[in-house]
């Protein structure tokens, strides 16, 4: 019976057991596969602040700044657009764009300011 029980877990392969050798002849591990570079952390307050991002665009932003800023910087999958691109597709002039983009930046500055709390 004990046989029988374990052959179950024969093939089971933990994260921390030897898979395989590199070059040098030191063990890889499963985890050294997997591992991911960088900082979990920074990948958590990455995704967090692209989504008050979002937010704020929709909130804080009219129609067309919306368009602008998503078009300009690649929002949404798409792929970041020159300004006279940009201004193309509108139909208006690179100038307006860049008022548009600048004025829509700043208000998005503004709304990240508000977030930090006064006295640190």
């Known amino acids: 019976m004990y046989f029988r029980g374990r052959k179950k877990y024969a093939q089971d392969l933990y994260i921390q057991d030897p898979i395989d050798t590199d070059a040098d002849g030191n063990t890889l591990t499963l985890m050294d596969i997997m591992a991911q570079d960088g900082d979990i952390l920074e990948d958590v307050d990455h995704r967090l602040k692209s989504d008050r991002l979002y937010g704020y665009i929709e909130e804080s932003l009219s129609p067309r700044e919306q368009q602008v800023i998503c078009l300009r910087y690649g929002l949404g999958g798409r792929s970041p657009m ?39």
């Open 82 to 120: 020159a300004q006279r691109e940009v201004a193309a597709l509108l139909g208006i002039s690179r100038s307006y764009v860049s008022r548009i983009e600048k004025k829509a930046v700043g208000v998005l500055r503004g709304c990240f300011a508000d977030e930090i709390p006064h006295g640190f």
